[in-house]
């Protein structure tokens, strides 16, 4: 009999995840209005923005892993992988998710889907190599804990309206009736306007959720490394994986790195290539906060 650890309700994260799906709603709101009064079709809307909404929802899981190129594992394909993940989301009360793999030597995981109901955990061919089976355990508790605390859902969501924002600002050509198509010099002015008003806005959109989403990742990862202590019983063990991982991971060359960049703020540990803009906005708090997180959770708990 499995025995199980309940995870505390984390109040600071629900209180973050609430505030970033406001200002994301209430962005996205602005967003629609802005395109309706470009004069963009409410077809056009409803199938381009409520299109994306609703595949990025309801397959956010699949369209991830087939992003990274990560492949699903049955029971018999990896039995002691599976036997791991059983016992910790059985652990945490939770149903069991899809695992996959992704071959790359760079060690790492992550956990994604709308719910614990439509989620994975997707791990790498280079951790399953580089770590032992209690720090993998440990990883995967990790992973387990953003199941549980459903974080992947505003990860999901923030991402989606970057996205949109970023391809209208890529095509808004196609979207919105720019200057000087007709309706003489007045309507093509007017019409100019609202394209430019349309792209900044677009850009705008694109900022706030770039920002939202590093806001919440930060704060996401202690909490799932809080999980994972508690999950496992044993602090050090994700402390040892995680200086391991960052080891491994500056011996990884840009390339392969860049190829996961595009969902590096699901990873347990990011994946930013080295000279990429992206290692100025790190989703991810450092290395040394983390273990201080860890050591100061390890003490709590020996007490």
């Not at 994260?13 to 709603?25: P, Q, V």
């Not at 990790?142 to 309206?161: G, P, S, Y």
């Not at 705008?204 to 909490?223: G, P, Q, T």
Request: glycine share 8%.
């Amino acid at each position: 009999m499995t025995l199980t650890r309940r995870l505390p309700r984390d109040t600071g994260l629900t209180i973050r995840m609430m505030i970033s799906m406001a200002a994301l709603a209430a962005l996205y709101l602005v967003f629609v209005y802005v395109l309706l009064n470009a004069g963009v079709g409410t077809f056009a809307m409803v199938i381009v923005l409520g299109g994306f909404l609703l595949v990025q929802y309801y397959f956010s899981d699949s369209i991830v892993l087939m992003s990274v190129g990560a492949r699903k594992l049955k029971q018999s394909d990896a039995p002691e992988l599976h036997g791991i993940i059983e016992r910790l989301v059985a652990m945490a009360d939770l149903p069991m998710p899809k695992v996959a793999i992704m071959n790359t030597p760079m060690p790492n995981a992550f956990a994604t889907g709308r719910n614990p109901q439509h989620a994975a955990i997707c791990v790498t061919t280079g951790l399953m190599k580089d770590l032992d089976r209690k720090e993998i355990e440990a990883v995967l508790a990790h992973e387990i804990t953003h199941i549980k605390n459903r974080d992947m859902t505003i990860m999901t969501m923030a991402a989606f309206f970057a996205t949109v924002a970023a391809t209208i600002v890529q095509f808004a050509f196609f979207f919105i009736p720019m200057g000087g198509m007709g309706g003489g010099m007045g309507g093509g002015r007017r019409n100019g306007n609202a394209g430019a008003l349309v792209l900044l806005v677009s850009f705008l959109v694109w900022i706030v959720s770039f920002f939202l989403i590093r806001a919440i990742s930060r704060y996401r990862e202690y909490a799932a490394d809080r999980g994972s202590a508690i999950l496992t019983g044993d602090p050090a063990q994700l402390e040892s994986a995680l200086v391991k991982i960052s080891g491994v991971m500056q011996r990884i060359p840009s390339r392969d790195l860049r190829h996961a960049e595009n969902v590096s703020a699901l990873f347990i540990f990011p994946a930013v290539g080295r000279g990429s803009l992206m290692e100025l906005f790190q989703t991810h708090p450092t290395l040394a906060h983390r273990l201080e997180k860890l050591r100061q959770i390890a003490r709590e708990m020996s007490a």
